[in-house]
């Protein structure tokens, strides 16, 4: 696969049929990264379950944190890697080591390793690599575009109005 662009319906297929996605070096600290998606992923209805090793046994955002995603005490249907690419091959190995072997291996922003991208798509894995989950979960919503950003996307599909966080929604509950 051509890790190079995604097209929309890949990336909005994979959003719509992950329910479950282990955040691999989801951080505490409010101001990280991790933390934003951590947060915006449980606001949209996934269940995250957060994987960091030195903040195993505390909370992030009230959800457990575990150390190993063998730990995780459910199957995950997308892994999200916020870690270096140095460290992707052995997240990878991981990831494959658990059964069920969960649908996605998302690599955020920056983080990009072919050869361990290669492995997960022989194990029947897709695979996203140098993308943001939220960035593109709020790009194909339309719901990026309320700050201005120019989406890609042309939509006349009205909101979604539902109880708490609202969104236009990609996601069908």
Known sequence: ???????????????????TVAIVGASANDVRPSFFVTKYLIDKGYTVFPV????????????PVFATLADVPEPVDMVDIFRPSAAV????????????????????LTVRDDEA??????????????????????????EIGWNGVNSRVISAKKPLMRSGFQSFGIRQR
């Open 89 to 108: 091959p052995a997240i990878v190995d991981e990831a494959l080591a658990l059964d069920p072997l969960p649908k996605v291996i998302w690599m955020q």
């Open 52 to 63: 960091n090793p030195g903040q195993a046994g505390k909370e992030i955002l009230g959800r």
């Open 117 to 142: 991208a290669a492995r997960a798509e022989a194990a029947g894995i897709k695979v996203v690599m140098d993308r943001c989950p939220k960035i593109e979960y709020a790009r194909l919503s339309g």
């Open 1 to 19: 696969m051509n890790h190079d662009a995604y097209d929309n319906t890949y990336i909005s297929g994979i959003l719509n049929s992950v329910k």
